[in-house]
């Protein structure tokens, strides 16, 4: 089935993704929690400690967005907030988790994304990075000050910027795929296409970005009706990995 079209009358298809999954897998492996308990990060170096920090296999919630996240003071309190919508949540890499949210500050929810202007600067996203660290894991912070001053934290930083923009090309992907699949199955009102076409587009760009590509290819929409195949049923994010292991990103399910 062609999904998308590119240049020269080139089609997108479903192999297309799964190629650039099974690429993907080869750039960034999953910690397992049984790894990283024979490890210690005292003895790393910063580039070291920072990939294993972030491809720890943890809980996440894997769309952390706009639209999930409430704010009522007068139910909860001032300034208190709760998430909601745990639907594709699973034990992921801790980067996928942020660079899902990396990707979700663009306006994807309105589909008109604008991926260079809207993405996290440096500033930005240290900002983003340094919270969540010394919100969430204040041990790895005093770590690393303790090792080599604060010169050393902030390279941590840099570099677990670094692998969340990696995991920003598993969470393009994995989200192209699922676009493809509701497109098949939702009774929703959504141009689920369009949606996974700028996906991919997020996808290319990053991956130009980082290196890995010379050139951004073209995705364009295309005037054809997906089929709808019937043995296919709206399935967690999760259970979508276990039944493909191979097709985009691994992942452990406990």
Known sequence: IALWSGEDGEKFTLDVIKDEGLWLKTKLAPIPPEDRAKSDYKTMDVETTAKYFAREVTFTHLDCQSLN????DAIWGENAVRLIDFEYAGHNPRALDLANTFCEVCKMNDLIPDYIAEELNAKEGRFYLDTYITTSFPEMKELQVSIGGEARYEEFLTEFRVEVDQHMMASHLVWAMWSIIQACISPIEFDYMKYGRLRM???????????????????DDIDEELERPSFMRRPSMNLFYLNNPGLIFPVSIP
């Not at 997020?202 to 980082?210: H, P, S, V």
């Open 201 to 219: 587009e997020g996808y290319y760009l990053k991956k130009q970005q980082l290196g890995h590509l010379t050139t951004q290819p073209v995705v």
């Open 69 to 72: 996240i409430m704010k009522s």
